[in-house]
């Protein structure tokens, strides 16, 4: 037989409203003890609350990492960019001076 029904006949065979009141808190306590942790069970709007925090927490992170990716694209654009005329500027001087070398080369020759 079920905790309910078991409750119900119990209910039904007591005289007065002190008897019936001392039944329901026995009810009471027997689930507390069958289920302990009953105050800590998450209810379907627990859950939901939670996922809908963790949904606008997740947009945050996704919104600060698209800045981060963003800056980062421009500082890698900078410093390419610098490489770039960094070795322009030693490589039309190394490449003057081997013109020079070989035309030199080829008038001794």
Do not use: C
């Not at 003057?96 to 070989?102: F, G, M, P, T, Y």
Request: glycine content about 0%; proline content about 3%; hydrophobic content about 50%.
């Amino acid at each position: 037989m079920s905790s309910a029904v078991a409750l119900y006949e119990a209910l039904a065979r007591v005289p007065d409203e002190r008897a019936r009141a001392k039944v329901i808190a026995e009810a009471f306590e027997q689930l507390e003890e069958r289920y302990p942790n009953l105050s800590e069970l998450a209810t379907q709007g627990h859950v939901r609350e939670a996922e809908l925090r963790l949904q606008r927490e997740i947009e945050q992170v996704r919104a600060e990492l698209k800045i981060e990716i963003a800056q980062l694209r421009k500082d890698l654009t900078t410093q390419i960019e610098r490489i770039k005329s960094d070795l322009l500027r030693w490589l039309l001087p190394v490449m003057l001076v081997q013109v020079a070398a070989i035309a030199a080369m080829v008038k001794l020759l």
